[in-house]
Nanobody, 113 residues
Framework: QVHLVESGGGLVQAGASLTLSCAASGSVTTMGWFRQAPGRERESVGS???????DYAESVKGRFTISRDNTKNMAYLQMNSLRPEDTAVYYC??????????WGQGTQVTVSS
């Protein structure tokens, strides 16, 4: 069992930057970030493999960057040029095999206009 803990959420103004962190209790393979806004389904923001292969949702490409430090079992989500529509609870997740098996508790990001 792997536990994930996110941190770094908060309230920012549009155009600002924010970095989320995810601490894993053990070694994991692919890590990802998801978000869920009120009244909407959870959506993928992006993911990163242990070998640092990344992919991103179209809505965040060019603004968000995912990175990780395998030595510390950490993943990060650097968010730039934030927009009000980025407001959501952001979740860190990790795969076991091909399934997103492990999830964090989520951290709120609110972007004011």
């Amino acid at each position: 069992q792997v536990h994930l803990v996110e941190s770094g959420g908060g309230l920012v103004q549009a155009g600002a930057s924010l970095t989320l962190s995810c601490a894993a209790s053990g070694s994991v393979t692919t890590m990802g970030w998801f978000r869920q806004a009120p009244g909407r389904e959870r959506e993928s923001v992006g993911s990163i493999t242990r070998g640092a292969v990344r992919d991103y949702a179209e809505s965040v490409k060019g603004r968000f960057t995912i990175s990780r430090d395998n030595t510390k079992n950490m993943a990060y989500l650097q968010m730039n040029s934030l927009r009000p529509e980025d407001t959501a609870v952001y979740y860190c997740a990790a795969k076991r095999g091909s399934t997103w098996q492990y999830w964090g508790q989520g951290t709120q990001v609110t972007v004011s206009s």
